[in-house]
């Protein structure tokens, strides 16, 4: 998959659109569509898209991989499922939390998370249209809503500039437990098996696979902190799961057991990985508490995604 850059010669102007949705829990909206349209007549690049993630609750929570996303300009999706919003991110594409105090005397505070998702391309936008979110919310039982607001940052391009025949266009699939089950321990399992629609290419054009990124999260939905959402720490991600790996014709990726927070850096949370991903090719992978651990933590989710591109007719 080779495609020439397209330059653009003229001038640009930066860009910045922003929308905003609020969400109970259980519930998908899209947010005011005419607040990310380009107001003008030409084309717009895209250059990143920065998701803030506010919740009332525990100072600790991070709802920004409890909240799924996912995008599509015009007829193209960039993703075939929806996509936890902490995993289109690596750590180093986050601020850290904004906390404010709700009142004199509750513990409880509002945290906003902001995760901010470089491109691995810019996307173009052609006039009229829009680059479109889709945000959903799993059921919980903290009784309070979520508010996304949803940014890019990118350049106007001029009505004049030719625009070309194909355009390269991101990719995300991600692999992670039910939706219905992150809140119910119970309902979780200590081993995980990714299928062949997960950690996958569903296109029938190939993609250029940039990275794996990998979290896990820690869920306590019990008085008097419902709803609770932390991310595991690399140190504990490492001690608890562990990691195999093989591609579409069974060849091993992952041949022996490693720890999932050495897979996936540290620092970044992500596992650079650049390899050609034919149609409809995928990774099988296997996550599983380690041998020792009695009991197993029920309440831990893993959770990974691969980021890409692929090549699009424009016109």
């Known amino acids: 998959m080779r495609v020439a850059p397209f330059f653009y010669s003229k ?16 519930q998908r909206a899209v947010p005011d569509t ?5 107001p003008f007549r030409g084309s717009a690049l895209i250059d990143a898209v920065t998701f803030t993630v506010s919740k009332i609750g525990n100072q600790n929570s991070d709802y920004s991989g409890m909240v799924l996303c996912r995008f599509r300009v015009g007829h193209v999706e960039l993703s075939p499922t929806d996509i936890p919003i902490s995993l289109f991110t690596t750590s180093l594409q986050s601020y850290p939390a904004v906390e404010l105090a709700v009142g004199p005397t509750t513990p409880f505070v509002q945290v906003s998370v902001c995760r901010r998702w470089k491109l691995p391309v810019p996307l173009l ?4 249209a829009a680059l479109v979110p889709s945000f959903f919310r799993p059921i919980d039982s903290s009784g309070v809503d979520v508010t996304v607001d949803v940014s890019y940052a990118g350049r106007y391009l001029d009505s004049s500039e030719p625009l070309p025949d194909k355009i390269q266009v991101p990719y995300v699939n991600a692999f992670y437990p039910p939706p219905e089950g992150w809140f119910n ?9 990714s299928g062949p629609r997960t950690l996958a290419n569903l296109l029938d054009v190939p993609v250029r696979v940039q990275r794996f990124i990998g979290r896990v999260y820690d869920i306590t939905d019990t008085f008097p902190f419902l709803g609770n959402v932390v991310e595991s720490s690399a140190n504990t991600s490492t001690s608890l799961f562990s990691v195999l790996m093989k591609d579409s014709y069974g060849r091993e990726i992952v041949k022996d057991s ?12 992500s596992w650079t990985f650049s390899k050609i991903l034919g149609p ?27 980021i890409g591109i692929r090549e699009e007719n424009f016109r």
């Open 11 to 26: 001038p640009t102007t930066p860009l910045n659109l922003s929308a905003s949705v609020t969400l109970a829990a259980g």
């Open 34 to 38: 005419r607040a990310l349209e380009n």
């Open 125 to 128: 936008v052609p006039p009229g």
């Open 185 to 193: 321990g119970d309902s979780l399992n200590t081993f995980y098996l």
């Open 258 to 269: 490693v720890g999932f927070g050495a897979l996936f850096d540290v620092i970044r949370r």
């Open 280 to 306: 409809r090719e995928h990774y099988l992978m296997n996550i599983y508490n380690t041998p020792g651990f009695n009991p197993p933590q029920p309440n831990r989710i893993p959770m990974v995604s691969i």
